[in-house]
């Protein structure tokens, strides 16, 4: 079954997310930070996994490249207010950048590619 880990620091984008994802038919949780994010990736599998930049206790670009150390099983969706990460993001491994402010349009557009 798929299922998607949203890592934010913003809860209510947190929530938001969730609520799209479910209505897509993609179960899914979240955390706040790099440390739960880490523990979450360890004892689960992921297909779809939504990841800021920004977070309080690091950046994504160091989940980045935790993940990196595993096989790959999942597509990595970086979401980021900063365009001009875009090129480094996919460089770090990972599959699309989404920029913030996003679109439920967009998120549904990006999770049918990875289902096609």
């Given at each position: 079954m798929k299922k998607a880990l949203i890592i934010d620091d913003e809860v209510d984008l947190c929530k938001l997310l969730s609520l799209q994802l479910k209505s897509l038919g993609i179960p899914n949780e979240y955390v706040n930070t790099i440390r739960e994010a880490k523990e979450k990736f360890r004892e689960n599998q992921y297909e779809i996994i939504f990841l800021d930049l920004n977070l309080t206790d690091g950046s994504g670009f160091e989940m980045l490249q935790f993940m990196n150390g595993f096989?790959?099983?999942?597509?990595?969706?970086?979401?980021s207010a900063y365009d001009n990460e875009q090129k480094k993001v996919l460089e770090s491994g990972a599959d699309f950048?989404?920029?913030k402010p996003f679109t439920k349009k967009k998120v549904a557009q990006i999770v049918d590619s990875i289902y096609l």
């Open positions: 096989p790959k099983r999942q597509k990595v969706i970086v979401i950048f989404l920029p």
